[in-house]
């Protein structure tokens, strides 16, 4: 394998969570903004499916065992690969400010 090979085989790939699905697609246009105005190629965002966990509480403290009521948490996922980053690229996401409540893991 020469060294071009292996160059562009290098891929980041960037998992993104939270719970408002509104800010983490302003999240993930903006890292994907960021990311094609350095030069690197980018694949996605892609929706992951979401996660929806649902707790079932009493209404009352101490009787009507039938009166429940119902909760739920939506956590979103997207993921993001980009191709071929450069160091303009890494540089760029480092210094990218992402919003509360918005988790991301990065792999490279």
Known sequence: MTKQDNKQKQK????????????????????????????AAVVGPIPLPTRREIFTVLRSPNVDKKSREQFEIRTHK???????????????????????????????
């Open 12 to 39: 980041i790939r960037i998992r993104l969570k939270g719970y408002d699905q509104r800010l983490l697609d302003r999240s993930t246009l903006d890292i994907v903004e960021t990311a094609k105005r350095t030069g």
């Open 78 to 108: 997207r993921l993001i690969d980009i191709l071929n980053p450069t160091g303009k690229t890494i540089d760029a996401l480092k210094t990218l400010t992402l919003p509360a409540g918005i988790d991301i893991k990065i792999k490279a």
